[in-house]
């Protein structure tokens, strides 16, 4: 149900989990619907270590992007986040929690949200 507010009508936050195994590894996906926006959590245990955001501008056909929180020398939330705002068209939040450890688990991982958002795009 959406609500009224100043005459525009605002969609709810919702919530969005799901989880796939990699490389014996559990990865959970956690992603927040906004109104215009999404925050997409991935990780293997509970832990906000970063906290990355893109948006498109109309200067640039790549999406702008910064990390809000986090080890600057990490990538990895800022790539995927820039990424996922130039497929979506939407301002992406982006939390990436897991090793740099392996370049191929970020591929897989990255694969499965684009699987996820052709699968469930409304829950983005």
Do not use: C
């Not at 989880?19 to 014996?24: I, L, N, V």
């Amino acid at each position: 149900m959406s609500e009224a507010q100043n005459g525009e009508l605002r969609d709810p936050i919702s919530v969005h989990n799901f989880s796939e195994r990699f490389m014996e590894q559990t990865v959970h996906f956690h992603v927040m619907k906004l109104s215009g926006a999404f925050f997409i959590w991935v990780g293997s245990s509970p832990l906000l270590s970063n906290l990355a955001v893109s948006m498109s501008s109309k200067y640039d056909s790549m999406p702008l992007s910064t990390l809000v929180m986090g080890d600057p020398s990490d990538t990895a939330p800022n790539s995927l986040a820039q990424r996922l705002a130039k497929k979506t068209k939407k301002q992406v939040f982006v939390s990436y929690s897991l090793p740099m450890t392996d370049s191929s688990l970020s591929l897989l991982v990255e694969n499965r949200i684009k699987k996820e958002l052709e699968l469930h795009p409304g829950k983005f």
